[in-house]
């Protein structure tokens, strides 16, 4: 089993292109979670879902959009990227939420917005 | 407002000494609290959890909710314990974590 899988490791953007970050895990987890990490400042949760077709804001959801269209695939979308957004982007899943909640990270995407 | 924090960014002791990293919560009701380990290249990974009452890799970490603290110990450091660590708090029924900003651990040989 993979786990936890992330597309691409790196990109580089202009300010106002846009993106999508494709996470998909092979687990059959129900929950999964984009998170970003930024030097300093740990995890912030952007968006989760707990669901096939559901999605909901976190932390941090200002300038991100999300899918969840298929229950194995969470895809990230930054619209019109700021410089701001320049972060290392990390996706997570758990089979259920809760205290026995595990959650299981991918290895990560580093984006930079110049 | 829930929130975690770790007061240390680094923290370095030398092989063989103990190593206590902090974690404080602020939280109104029963929390739930883990510690992730990022160890160098390597992903973001559970190390244990509060409600397991668990000792991993000679870690462990005790609930204090007088201290609202979660602190992380171990009484001899190995040098594979070099990583990074968060403190994470569930919000929620829905099981979102926040996670502290993290404490470097390096241990010296």
């Known amino acids: 089993n993979a786990g936890v899988t992330q597309t691409p490791k790196f990109r580089v953007l202009k300010t106002g292109q846009s993106m999508t970050l494709l996470c998909a895990q092979d687990?059959?987890?129900?929950?999964m979670y984009w998170y970003r990490q930024d030097p300093g400042m740990g995890l912030r949760l952007i968006h989760y879902?707990?669901?096939?077709?559901?999605?909901a804001k976190g932390e941090v959801p200002d300038g991100y959009n999300v899918s969840r269209l298929k229950k194995q695939n969470f895809l990230l979308g930054l619209e019109s990227a700021a410089p701001s957004q320049t972060s290392v982007y990390f996706c997570?899943?758990?089979?259920?939420?809760?205290?026995?909640?595990?959650?299981?990270f991918g290895p990560g995407t580093r984006l930079t917005v110049l | 407002a829930q929130r975690v924090t770790q007061p240390e960014k680094l923290l370095s002791v030398f092989k063989g000494a103990p190593v206590e990293l902090k974690c404080n919560y602020s939280?109104?009701?029963?929390?739930?609290l883990f510690w992730y380990v990022q160890y160098s290249r390597q992903r973001l990974q559970l190390l244990l959890r509060?409600?397991s009452r668990e000792s991993i890799k000679g870690f462990t970490a005790d609930l204090n909710k007088g201290e609202t603290s979660f602190h992380l110990k171990k009484p001899f450091a190995q040098e594979e314990d070099s990583a990074m660590y968060y403190c994470?708090?569930?919000?929620?029924?829905?099981?979102?974590?926040?996670f502290g900003k993290g404490t470097k651990l390096s241990v010296k040989p």
């Open positions: 994470a708090l569930i919000r929620g029924s829905q099981g979102n974590l926040i």
């Open positions: 997570a899943s758990s089979y259920v939420g809760g205290p026995n909640n595990e959650q299981f």
């Open positions: 939280y109104s009701g029963s929390p739930e």
């Open positions: 879902s707990v669901g096939e077709g559901t999605t």
């Open positions: 509060h409600i």
């Open positions: 687990m059959n987890h129900e929950y």
